[in-house]
C-alpha cells in the first residue's frame, strides 16, 4: 500500500539535493570549525558559507544569524535569553494564546521566575489583533513574540504591523517562523522583527538543527555555556551537516517558493471545499484564505480524532489531531481551544499538512476515504449533535 | 504485541496491543440501529467535552439472569472503543454473563482481556465497566430488582 504522508507540519523529508550537500561534513570534511588546521578551517568555511546563504535570505548581517540544535531551541534563546539579558529593564513579555509550545513553556518558565506574561487572544479565525499588542505594551514590556504562521490551524499573523508597534514603542519583537519558512519572504528588515526563529526539518532539511536570527545590538544572554562558538551566544561544537544542509534546504525552498505556494493553494482549495461538501457536520478550522498554503484543519461533530487518524492510517493516509487522546496530557489543543471551539470539536479535529511530494491523486484519495472513515465512525457514535447547537461555529464559506 | 511492550512504552500513546487493534478495527456489537432496539437495560456515561461517551444496552433472559445480549456505541479514541468492544464479548461469551457476576467487572478485567493499554489511556477502560453498570443499574431499576 502507498503511504500518502500529509504531515508535512509535523516534519519533512530530507531533499536528496540537501543530503548530498550534508554527507561529506560527516566523513571526509569532518572538522571541528574551532580548530586552527586545515581541517577545521574547511568546517569554519562551511559555516560561514551557511550563515551567508541563510542571511541572504533574511536580508541581514550574517553575524545576526545564530545556529541553535533546533526551533524550539532558538525560540527559547530568544524568550528566555532576550528577558534575562534585559530584566534591567522591565520584566513584562507579551506573546499569544496559540503560540508553539517551546515560546509559551518557555514563558510560563519566565512567570515561574518573576516575570509577568500577557497571552493575547485571537478571533474566532485565529488572528492576532494588533491593537491588542499596542494596548497592552507597558512600561515594562521587554518583548513582544507572535508566531508567524501557526502549527496547528496554519493561520498567518500581521506580522509587519506588529512589529511596526514594537519598533515604536522600544520593545523587541520575536517572531517564531518555523512553518512560515518555506512559504514566505524572510526579509526581516522588511519584517521590522528583532529576532526570528527557523530550524531544518519542515523545509526538507534535517532535524537538530535550528537558526535564530538576532538584530545587532540586541542583548540575549546564552543558555548553554562553554566555548565562544557562535559570537559566546550558543556554547558547542557546531552541528556542521545540519547547519549547511539547512542552509541547502532554505536555498530551495526559497527558490521554488512561489511556485510551489500556487500549486499547494489549488490542493488545499480543492481539498478543503470538497471535504466541507461531502461531510455533514464539518467545518474549517482556522481563517480560509489567511493561511499557510499547505494547510487544512477540520473538526467532524460526534468522532473523536485518535480513532480518525487510526482509521486513515490503516489506509495509507498519515494526517494528526489536536484531540486530547493523542496528547499525553490528555489536553486538547491549546489552538483550537483559542478559537473559541468547545473541547468536542477540538478531539473531533483533523490536521492535514500538504508537501512538495504531494499529488492531486493523493487529494483524490483523500476525497474518497476520509468521508467513508468519518461515517464509518458515527454509525458507532452514541452522539448525534445538531450543527444549530453550535451557533456561528458551521457558517459554510 | 504482549502486555510488558505496552507497560514499558506507556509515553508512547500509539502502541496498541494486536487484541486493541483487533477490537478497534472491526468492534463486536455495535449498535447499528438504535431506534428499533428494544433493550432491557440501558447506561450510558462520559461526556464529548471530555472525549469519552460510551453507551452500553443490554437484553437480559428473565430465567438465568443472564445477558444474552450486549450492543454499544462509543465516542473515543481506540482504546475507549476497544474496551467495550471486548467488553460487550465478555459478558456474552459463552452462553452469557450472570448480571451478578458482570457487575462485579472491573477496569482491569478489561485490560487484562486487551492485552493492557498505554497508561494514559486507562481511563478510557474505566468508563466500559461504569456503562455496564449503569444499564445492569437500569435494568435492575426497571424490573424491580
Given at each position: 500500500?502507498?503511504?500518502?504522508?500529509l504531515d508535512y507540519a509535523a516534519t519533512t523529508s530530507v531533499d536528496e539535493?540537501?543530503?548530498?550537500?550534508?554527507?561529506?561534513?560527516?566523513?571526509?570534511?569532518?572538522?571541528?570549525?574551532?580548530?586552527?588546521?586545515?581541517?577545521?578551517?574547511?568546517?569554519?568555511?562551511?559555516?560561514?558559507?551557511?550563515?551567508?546563504?541563510?542571511?541572504?535570505?533574511?536580508?541581514?548581517?550574517?553575524?545576526?544569524?545564530?545556529?541553535?540544535?533546533?526551533?524550539?531551541?532558538?525560540?527559547?534563546?530568544?524568550?528566555?535569553?532576550?528577558?534575562?539579558?534585559?530584566?534591567?529593564?522591565?520584566?513584562?513579555?507579551?506573546?499569544?494564546?496559540?503560540?508553539?509550545?517551546?515560546?509559551?513553556?518557555?514563558?510560563?518558565?519566565?512567570?515561574?521566575?518573576?516575570?509577568?506574561?500577557?497571552?493575547?487572544?485571537?478571533?474566532?479565525?485565529?488572528?492576532?489583533?494588533?491593537?491588542?499588542?499596542?494596548?497592552?505594551?507597558?512600561?515594562?514590556?521587554?518583548?513582544?513574540?507572535?508566531?508567524?504562521?501557526?502549527?496547528?490551524?496554519?493561520?498567518?499573523?500581521?506580522?509587519?504591523?506588529?512589529?511596526?508597534?514594537?519598533?515604536?514603542?522600544?520593545?523587541?519583537?520575536?517572531?517564531?517562523?518555523?512553518?512560515?519558512?518555506?512559504?514566505?519572504?524572510?526579509?526581516?528588515?522588511?519584517?521590522?522583527?528583532?529576532?526570528?526563529?527557523?530550524?531544518?526539518?519542515?523545509?526538507?532539511?534535517?532535524?537538530?538543527?535550528?537558526?535564530?536570527?538576532?538584530?545587532?545590538?540586541?542583548?540575549?544572554?546564552?543558555?548553554?555555556?562553554?566555548?565562544?562558538?557562535?559570537?559566546?551566544?550558543?556554547?558547542?561544537?557546531?552541528?556542521?551537516?545540519?547547519?549547511?544542509?539547512?542552509?541547502?534546504?532554505?536555498?530551495?525552498?526559497?527558490?521554488?517558493?512561489?511556485?510551489?505556494?500556487?500549486?499547494?493553494?489549488?490542493?488545499?482549495?480543492?481539498?478543503?471545499?470538497?471535504?466541507?461538501?461531502?461531510?455533514?457536520?464539518?467545518?474549517?478550522?482556522?481563517?480560509?484564505?489567511?493561511?499557510?498554503?499547505?494547510?487544512?484543519?477540520?473538526?467532524?461533530?460526534?468522532?473523536?480524532?485518535?480513532?480518525?487518524?487510526?482509521?486513515?492510517?490503516?489506509?495509507?493516509?498519515?494526517?494528526?489531531?489536536?484531540?486530547?487522546?493523542?496528547?499525553?496530557?490528555?489536553?486538547?489543543?491549546?489552538?483550537?481551544?483559542?478559537?473559541?471551539?468547545?473541547?468536542?470539536?477540538?478531539?473531533?479535529?483533523?490536521?492535514?499538512?500538504?508537501?512538495?511530494?504531494?499529488?492531486?491523486?493523493?487529494?483524490?484519495?483523500?476525497?474518497?476515504?476520509?468521508?467513508?472513515?468519518?461515517?464509518?465512525?458515527?454509525?458507532?457514535?452514541?452522539?448525534?449533535?445538531?450543527?444549530?447547537?453550535?451557533?456561528?461555529?458551521?457558517?459554510?464559506? | 504485541?504482549?502486555?510488558?511492550?505496552?507497560?514499558?512504552?506507556?509515553?508512547?500513546?500509539?502502541?496498541?496491543?494486536?487484541?486493541?487493534?483487533?477490537?478497534?478495527?472491526?468492534?463486536?456489537?455495535?449498535?447499528?440501529?438504535?431506534?428499533?432496539?428494544?433493550?432491557?437495560?440501558?447506561?450510558?456515561?462520559?461526556?464529548?467535552?471530555?472525549?469519552?461517551?460510551?453507551?452500553?444496552?443490554?437484553?437480559?433472559?428473565?430465567?438465568?439472569?443472564?445477558?444474552?445480549?450486549?450492543?454499544?456505541?462509543?465516542?473515543?479514541?481506540?482504546?475507549?472503543?476497544?474496551?467495550?468492544?471486548?467488553?460487550?464479548?465478555?459478558?456474552?461469551?459463552?452462553?452469557?454473563?450472570?448480571?451478578d457476576d458482570a457487575y462485579k467487572l472491573r477496569s482491569k478485567d478489561i485490560?487484562?482481556?486487551?492485552?493492557?493499554?498505554?497508561?494514559?489511556?486507562?481511563?478510557?477502560?474505566?468508563?466500559?465497566?461504569?456503562?455496564?453498570?449503569?444499564?445492569?443499574?437500569?435494568?435492575?431499576?426497571?424490573?424491580?430488582?
Amino acid at each position: 500500500m502507498k503511504t500518502i504522508y500529509l504531515d508535512y507540519a509535523a516534519t519533512t523529508s530530507v531533499d536528496e539535493l540537501v543530503l548530498e550537500k550534508m554527507l561529506p561534513f560527516f566523513t571526509e570534511k569532518y572538522g571541528n570549525p574551532s580548530s586552527l588546521h586545515s581541517v577545521g578551517r574547511e568546517a569554519k568555511l562551511a559555516i560561514s558559507q551557511a550563515r551567508e546563504t541563510i542571511a541572504k535570505h533574511f536580508n541581514c548581517l550574517p553575524r545576526e544569524i545564530i545556529f541553535t540544535g533546533s526551533g524550539t531551541e532558538s525560540d527559547n534563546l530568544a524568550i528566555i535569553g532576550v528577558a534575562m539579558a534585559n530584566r534591567h529593564k522591565g520584566k513584562h513579555i507579551i506573546t499569544t494564546k496559540i503560540e508553539h509550545h517551546a515560546v509559551l513553556y518557555a514563558c510560563s518558565y519566565l512567570e515561574q521566575n518573576g516575570f509577568e506574561i500577557t497571552y493575547l487572544p485571537v478571533n474566532k479565525d485565529g488572528i492576532v489583533d494588533p491593537k491588542d499588542v499596542r494596548a497592552a505594551i507597558s512600561e515594562q514590556t521587554v518583548l513582544v513574540s507572535v508566531i508567524f504562521a501557526n502549527n496547528e490551524i496554519g493561520t498567518i499573523q500581521p506580522i509587519k504591523e506588529i512589529a511596526a508597534i514594537c519598533n515604536s514603542s522600544k520593545v523587541l519583537m520575536h517572531t517564531d517562523a518555523c512553518q512560515a519558512a518555506g512559504a514566505f519572504i524572510l526579509d526581516v528588515r522588511d519584517l521590522g522583527v528583532d529576532l526570528l526563529t527557523i530550524n531544518g526539518s519542515k523545509i526538507y532539511g534535517p532535524k537538530g538543527v535550528g537558526a535564530l536570527f538576532v538584530r545587532e545590538g540586541v542583548k540575549v544572554s546564552p543558555m548553554l555555556y562553554g566555548g565562544t562558538q557562535e559570537f559566546s551566544r550558543r556554547a558547542g561544537t557546531e552541528n556542521i551537516p545540519g547547519i549547511v544542509g539547512m542552509a541547502e534546504a532554505l536555498h530551495l525552498v526559497q527558490s521554488e517558493r512561489e511556485d510551489e505556494n500556487a500549486r499547494l493553494i489549488k490542493m488545499r482549495d480543492r481539498l478543503i471545499k470538497e471535504l466541507l461538501t461531502l461531510i455533514p457536520k464539518s467545518r474549517l478550522n482556522g481563517h480560509p484564505t489567511q493561511r499557510l498554503p499547505n494547510n487544512i484543519n477540520m473538526s467532524f461533530l460526534d468522532v473523536e480524532g485518535e480513532s480518525i487518524i487510526l482509521h486513515l492510517d490503516a489506509k495509507g493516509v498519515c494526517v494528526s489531531t489536536g484531540s486530547a487522546c493523542t496528547s499525553t496530557d490528555l489536553e486538547a489543543s491549546h489552538v483550537l481551544l483559542a478559537l473559541g471551539l468547545p473541547d468536542e470539536l477540538a478531539h473531533g479535529s483533523v490536521r492535514l499538512t500538504l508537501g512538495k511530494y504531494t499529488t492531486e491523486s493523493d487529494i483524490e484519495y483523500v476525497i474518497k476515504i476520509l468521508p467513508e472513515v468519518i461515517s464509518r465512525l458515527r454509525e458507532m457514535s452514541p452522539l448525534c449533535s445538531k450543527v444549530e447547537d453550535y451557533a456561528g461555529l458551521f457558517e459554510r464559506l | 504485541m504482549n502486555k510488558e511492550d505496552v507497560k514499558t512504552k506507556n509515553n508512547e500513546a500509539w502502541v496498541y496491543s494486536d487484541v486493541v487493534k483487533e477490537h478497534f478495527f472491526n468492534p463486536r456489537n455495535v449498535l447499528k440501529t438504535e431506534e428499533e432496539y428494544e433493550a432491557d437495560g440501558v447506561g450510558v456515561v462520559g461526556s464529548p467535552s471530555c472525549g469519552d461517551v460510551m453507551k452500553v444496552w443490554i437484553k437480559v433472559d428473565p430465567h438465568t439472569k443472564k445477558i444474552i445480549e450486549c450492543k454499544w456505541k462509543t465516542f473515543g479514541c481506540a482504546s475507549a472503543v476497544a474496551s467495550t468492544s471486548i467488553l460487550s464479548v465478555m459478558v456474552t461469551e459463552n452462553g452469557g454473563m450472570l448480571l451478578d457476576d458482570a457487575y462485579k467487572l472491573r477496569s482491569k478485567d478489561i485490560l487484562d482481556r486487551l492485552g493492557g493499554l498505554p497508561e494514559n489511556k486507562i481511563h478510557c477502560s474505566v468508563l466500559g465497566d461504569r456503562a455496564l453498570r449503569a444499564a445492569i443499574d437500569d435494568y435492575r431499576n426497571r424490573h424491580a430488582i
